[in-house]
């Protein structure tokens, strides 16, 4: 059952410290599950959590009161030129994207400024761009891939 949000102050976001994944785990699994099957085989959950718990990835969360109603993990790549966070995998509830999406934004964008990250990269579904458009994300690429399993039929 979704948590009734007065306001955008009832939510927070949180940095899960690599020590305590394991505390909210069950909470998250269930929200990034859906994007992780989408990787098609890049990563499946096991690997998603020994990634974040080695601090490889980190582990974000929006709760309120406790109850975790969005999360998403990002990873920061280092190229030649520039530093660039990429948010990997991310999920909630979408009945209360407004309440957490801005402040997950906002928080990622901060960290990722602090950490010196000169971009900020994220490949989602599709109806993720209207959304990410309306933030001044810009559609830059178009991610295209095909099995190589695929290839011998």
Not at 72 to 89: A, G, H, I, K, S
């Amino acid at each position: 059952m979704g948590v009734a949000l007065a306001s955008p102050a009832d939510c927070q976001v949180t940095g899960v410290h690599a020590a305590f994944v394991h505390t909210v785990w069950d909470a998250v699994a269930e929200l990034l599950e859906p994007a992780v099957e989408r990787s098609n085989g890049r990563m499946n959950m096991a690997t998603l959590r020994r990634s974040i718990e080695a601090r490889d990835k980190q582990l974000w969360l929006a709760h309120v009161d406790g109850d975790v109603i969005a999360a998403w993990v990002t990873q920061v790549n280092e190229y030649p030129d520039v530093r660039v966070c990429e948010m990997l995998f991310g999920g909630g509830r979408l009945g209360e994207i407004q309440m957490w999406l801005d402040l997950g934004l906002n928080s990622v964008e901060g960290w990722a400024r602090d950490k010196g990250c000169g971009l900020i990269e994220l490949v989602g579904r599709p109806g993720w761009r209207r959304e990410l458009e309306r933030r001044g994300y810009r559609h830059s690429h178009v991610v295209m891939e095909k099995s190589v399993e695929a290839l011998d039929g």
